[in-house]
């Protein structure tokens, strides 16, 4: 099949220089409403990676984002939300970033081209048949990320990718590939933009229906939140007085003894039944 980097075709449009704030913005716009679409049609190649991911994470196995650039720090960002979100630990989802934690802020010159480096980084976190790795790269062509799946697909462990173009060498290289064809950036070549809206949407889908699979929500509440800050712990109290149907007061006595708002609810109910 043929392969035509999509994400370094020309701009539909041109002369942005001339154009006023107003008609940048709208431009901008109209080409970031064609993310969702893309995202749709590439759902039955999200559900086939989530449901090997919840699989390997009910077994015991982890979750591993590999990118560089802002592909990198997506994956890293989205690892990052899941232990204050769900209540996981920080070694459940895990984002890896060519040229370590530096090229999080600041890039780093070449690393991304590394075809050696990328399965070291793994080997530093014992990766085992248990784990699934997920490759993230816009153009699908990165060395650093195709070349540590392939490592990993030779020690038979799962692996997944996210990218922005059709038959790319990551996509042949993935065994569960997810692209999002969202075709030419506003400014060309860009992929911060559209490409990484696309990314991000679907590393949200991921995270997030993976971690209801495993039963870290209830009904439609973070329920295993880490309380970390004011507004969790109000939202905290408010989930619990729906839940109970008690007062503020009750409420924040129950969560201040407890910590956590799934084991003041269940304590709760145990001691009321």
């Known amino acids: ?72 720090r997506l994956g890293i960002l989205d690892a990052s939300e899941c232990p204050p979100t769900f209540g996981v630990s920080h070694n459940l989802v895990i984002g890896i970033i060519a040229g370590g934690d530096s090229a999080i802020r600041k890039a780093v010159e070449f690393a991304e081209d590394s075809t050696t480096q990328g399965w070291e980084d793994l080997k530093s976190y014992n990766i085992s048949k248990k784990d699934v790795v997920v490759g993230i790269a816009a153009s699908g062509t990165t060395p650093y990320v195709i070349a540590a799946l392939k490592a990993c697909n030779d020690h038979h462990i ?66 295993d939140m880490q309380l970390s800050n004011n507004k969790l712990v109000d939202r905290g109290t408010k989930m619990i007085m729906m839940e109970l149907n008690i007062s503020e007061e009750e409420a924040k006595i129950l969560l201040n003894t407890h910590k956590n708002v799934r084991t003041a609810i269940k304590i709760y109910k145990d001691g009321n039944e």
């Open 158 to 223: 799962i692996t997944g990718c996210i990218t922005c173009n059709k038959y790319s060498p990551l996509s042949q290289t993935a065994q569960y590939p997810i692209e999002v064809i969202v075709g030419p950036e506003f400014v060309t070549g860009s992929s911060r933009m559209k490409a990484g809206t696309a990314q991000k949407l679907v590393l949200n889908m991921i995270t997030t229906t993976t971690m209801i699979q495993l039963g870290h929500i209830k009904g439609n509440k973070m329920v």
């Open 1 to 72: 099949m043929s392969f035509t980097k999509t994400t370094e075709q020309d701009s539909n449009y041109n002369h942005l220089e001339k154009m006023s704030i107003s008609e940048l913005l709208s431009n901008i716009n109209n080409e970031d409403k064609n993310v969702p679409q893309a995202v749709e049609k590439a759902l039955p190649q999200i559900e086939a990676l989530v449901s090997i991911i919840v699989s390997k994470l009910k077994n015991g196995g982890r979750l591993f984002y590999m990118g560089a650039g802002t592909s990198g």
